[in-house]
């Protein structure tokens, strides 16, 4: 079965950087697009980026736009979220997810149909 499996979260200060990076398997990766979200306490989860099977296009949510990209890997069948310039509001669990179609879809959450288990991305001020 898919399995995801994210890494790289943790407490970091406002400014700072961090990438996390989502390791799959069970299917052929290459044939997918990946996303990942985000999950506040107490807020519905959102989506924060989008890439393409290929890796040729991508989406950004409009909170990290400039700040945060994704990228993949399909040799390694890794996705990656490298976040720029965290801010305290960036705080949140993160979630990889594996779409059901090769081309990026919309923002919502019916799009993907494998999710990963999340990883805890803390930012301070």
């Known amino acids: 079965q898919v399995q995801l499996v994210e890494s790289g979260g943790g407490l970091v200060q406002a400014g700072a950087s961090l990438r996390l990076s989502c390791a799959a398997s069970?299917?052929?990766?290459?044939?997918?697009?990946m996303g990942w979200f985000r999950q506040a306490p107490g807020k519905e989860r959102e989506f924060v980026a989008a890439?393409?099977?290929?890796?040729?296009?991508?989406a950004h949510s409009d909170s990290v736009k400039g700040r945060f990209t994704i990228s993949r890997d399909n040799a390694q069948n890794t996705v990656y979220l490298q976040m720029n310039s965290l801010k305290p509001e960036d705080t949140a669990v993160y979630y990889c997810?594996?779409?059901?179609?090769?081309?990026?879809?919309?923002?919502?959450?019916?799009?993907?149909?494998?999710w990963g288990q999340g990883t805890q991305v803390t930012v301070s001020a």
């Open positions: 890439i393409s099977y290929s890796g040729r296009n991508t």
């Open positions: 997810a594996s779409s059901k179609y090769g081309a990026i879809g919309g923002p919502e959450r019916s799009f993907y149909d494998h």
């Open positions: 069970g299917r052929t990766f290459s044939n997918y697009a």
